[in-house]
């Protein structure tokens, strides 16, 4: 991050060697304004073709097989969502992922408030129309399951793994809980308190700190730039009736990837996954539209207070989309700078003692453009070697922030976005 005491001599010696190099690269990695970027729209609503019997009693329509091969199956069933079957014999363990396009830039009226955030909490492991919440747990405890999910800008992501005889356990409680999850009040409420929790532990987390950092300053139109957890204030007035209109709203199978990696027969898979969602409909997604963000017209800074060791930096430059023409090129270049101890950042900034860390990146995605970024942990300042008649005339320069600033005692972290270049800071 951004420190004022080292500022001259760091950001110098980086400019220095990455002027040559990103002449070119920050060209291409600026492309000129795209077209508003649409959210994905549904497609028209289709009737189910008549369902064959399963094994297990459930039903299953036919699907259409989008690749097969001798290891890996993947099926768009007729309600639209996509499965994955991955098979790998390597160790009697799998996998069951559930990928649903919601994070919290598609939020729409709701944007800032956290809604995805605060959905996937209420989902995972409560109560169901087909299980209580005790269920669910004792179900869970009996297979060993590892059980998580997590929250992005443009996913939400539901996992279990748990050993090969139980994958199809963990495939029926991901369906479950996806598709007829009561959100009942209780579990509102007890997870409301849950969430105001981790914003208080956020406040001095410096990855957080960080990243939110760099989104604010990096983008100032698109929605990418709120956190993924949302704001304080708009969050606390989430209702229960907006969480469960934006569940069916955006939790339909034709905005779903469900994947299962691991020691499976692919073909048993894909049936029992076809079976369990055989009586859900495709839904009508909102039509959506992203601003076009503007290319940042003069160098942007922010600074952060977090309890590290060592100041952070990062430097950013407005980048690309993901699959764009330049963005293969800026991961080369991304490997060229900051890979292993070959990285010319590694033999160059780190190897001078400027900086303890050092790594080089590509950060775009599919829904705009990103940035390409520089990371830098500080490294503190050697001590000075006094000569038997010297002593010191002055205290060495503090890289704490001064009083006021932030929390006690607290290394200052930053944000930087230059003209044509870009700089960020953790989250």
Do not use: C
């Amino acid at each position: 991050m951004f420190v004022r005491t080292l500022s001259a001599k760091v950001l110098g010696l980086f400019l220095l060697l990455m002027l040559p190099l990103l002449a070119a690269g920050a060209a291409m990695a600026a492309p000129a304004s795209a077209p508003a970027q649409p959210a994905p729209a549904s497609a028209p609503t289709q009737s189910a073709p008549a369902s064959a019997p399963t094994p297990d009693g459930a039903s299953a329509g036919p699907f259409e097989i989008l690749q097969d091969r001798s290891d890996r199956v993947i099926a768009r069933l007729p309600n639209r969502m996509i499965v994955v079957v991955q098979e790998l014999h390597s160790a009697p363990v799998v996998s069951a992922q559930v990928w649903v396009k919601t994070g919290s830039i598609y939020e729409q009226e709701h944007v800032g408030a956290g809604l995805s955030h605060f959905l996937e909490h209420l989902l995972v492991g409560n109560s169901t129309s087909k299980r209580t919440e005790e269920q669910n747990k004792a179900l869970l405890s009996h297979i060993g399951a590892e059980v998580n999910a997590a929250t992005g800008l443009d996913a939400v992501h539901y996992y279990i793994n748990t050993t090969a005889p139980f994958a199809a356990d963990a495939v029926d409680l991901l369906s479950d809980w996806i598709q007829n999850s009561q959100i009942t009040q209780e579990e509102f409420a007890r997870e409301r308190e849950v969430i105001q929790n981790e914003f208080a532990m956020g406040q001095g987390e410096p990855g957080r700190i960080f990243w939110k950092l760099t989104l604010q300053t990096r983008y100032r139109e698109h929605p990418a730039r709120h956190p993924t957890i949302g704001y304080l204030d708009e969050y606390l007035n989430i209702t229960r009736e907006e969480i469960v209109a934006f569940y069916k709203r955006m939790y339909v199978p034709n905005n779903i990837v469900f994947v299962v990696a691991g020691d499976v027969d692919r073909k048993a898979v894909l049936k029992q996954v076809a079976g369990l969602w055989a009586q859900a409909p495709t839904g009508k997604l909102p039509e959506l539209s992203f601003p076009v963000e503007p290319s940042p017209s003069k160098p942007r800074t922010a600074e952060g207070t977090a309890d590290i060791r060592q100041p952070m930096l990062r430097l950013a430059w407005p980048g690309t989309r993901q699959g764009a023409r330049e963005d293969e090129a800026l991961d080369l270049l991304g490997v060229i700078l900051g890979e292993g101890e070959a990285g010319r950042l590694a033999r160059t900034v780190r190897d001078a003692g400027l900086a303890s860390t050092v790594s080089a990146y590509n950060a775009s995605f599919p829904w705009g453009e990103g940035f390409f970024g520089i990371d830098a942990t500080i490294a503190p300042p050697r001590p000075q070697v006094l000569g038997p008649a010297e002593t010191p005339t002055s205290k060495p320069a503090s890289t704490t922030s001064p009083a006021g600033g932030g929390n006690a005692g607290g290394k200052r972290v930053g944000s930087m976005v230059a003209p044509g270049a870009a700089a960020a800071a953790p989250a």
